[in-house]
């Protein structure tokens, strides 16, 4: 956590869905350079105890000019994603990073396999253009489960891209209610994918109720707990 922390300014701040929105930052003092899937750390002048810090993944790949696009939902009594929603284009905030070990595992040598909850999909997202920017050969597979039909994230650019990209697939789910249900539903669709089937490798995003009980499922279908990569957000 030795970053340095640096103002950055607000560029750009966009509605995603009725509960995610977008914003583009830009570090004022040096770029920050970062691999698809890390996040930085907001340290955020609100709560009892200021700053208050929340991690926030990258959702575009680094780009030349160094803007930093992050993408987050609106947690009821959340503070720090209340505070995020009441900032405009032009405000200043502070950042460090890059943070986070939720990358590529190299050799990509067996399809990719990507599940993940809600905004979980962002350091998906990332990843995901990364792999088809690069016009990787390696197959991937994306389970996106959003609590209802209007807050599936990113769902016209990864339809999209399941029709430009041969080697990518595209499993939207819907499920209403919590995690529990999400992981009941994901579990349905899981199974035949990974049962009896060639190893794949499992990457799976969102808060700790919903890639747990995923990860443990993968491991009684025979994976080692160290071969499913997880990111958890709470
Ligand atoms: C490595 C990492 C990367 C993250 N990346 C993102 C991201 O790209 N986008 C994003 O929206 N959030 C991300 N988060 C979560 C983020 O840091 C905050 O925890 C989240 O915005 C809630 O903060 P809050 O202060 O509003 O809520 P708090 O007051 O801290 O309340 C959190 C409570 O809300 C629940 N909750 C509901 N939705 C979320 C959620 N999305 N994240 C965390 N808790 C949730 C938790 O279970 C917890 O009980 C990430 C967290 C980590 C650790």
């Not at 009892?48 to 609106?74: C, H, I, W």
């Not at 995003?205 to 890639?211: E, I, N």
Request: charged residues 20%; hydrophobic residues 40%; proline residues 9%.
């Amino acid at each position: 956590m030795a970053e340095p922390t640096q103002p950055a300014v607000v560029l750009s701040v966009l509605d995603l869905t009725p509960h995610v929105r977008q914003v583009v930052l830009r570090p004022q003092t040096q770029k920050i350079s970062f691999q698809p899937g890390q996040w930085v750390s907001l340290k955020l002048p609100v709560g009892e105890k200021q700053p208050l810090n929340r991690a926030y993944s990258m959702a575009d790949p680094s780009s030349p000019y160094g803007e930093l696009t992050l993408v987050f939902d609106r947690v009821p009594e959340g503070i720090g994603s209340n505070y995020l929603y009441r900032l405009k284009s032009g405000d200043e905030i502070s950042v460090s990073g890059p943070y986070g070990n939720f990358v590529l595992p190299m050799p990509l040598d067996r399809e990719l396999l990507f599940i993940a909850r809600y905004t979980g999909l962002v350091p998906i997202r990332c990843l995901l253009k990364q792999l088809v920017a690069a016009h990787a050969l390696t197959s991937m597979l994306l389970i996106a489960v959003a609590p209802s039909e209007d807050e599936l994230l990113f769902h016209q650019e990864l339809l999209t891209m399941a029709v430009q990209s041969p080697s990518f697939r595209y499993l939207p789910l819907v499920v209403a209610g919590g995690e529990t249900e999400a992981v009941a539903q994901t579990l349905v669709m899981l199974r035949p994918l990974v049962e009896g089937q060639p190893k794949v490798i499992p990457m799976i995003s969102g808060t700790k109720r919903f890639v747990r009980p995923l990860r443990a499922a993968l491991m009684e279908f025979g994976y080692d707990r160290k071969d499913v990569k997880t990111e958890t957000f709470d």
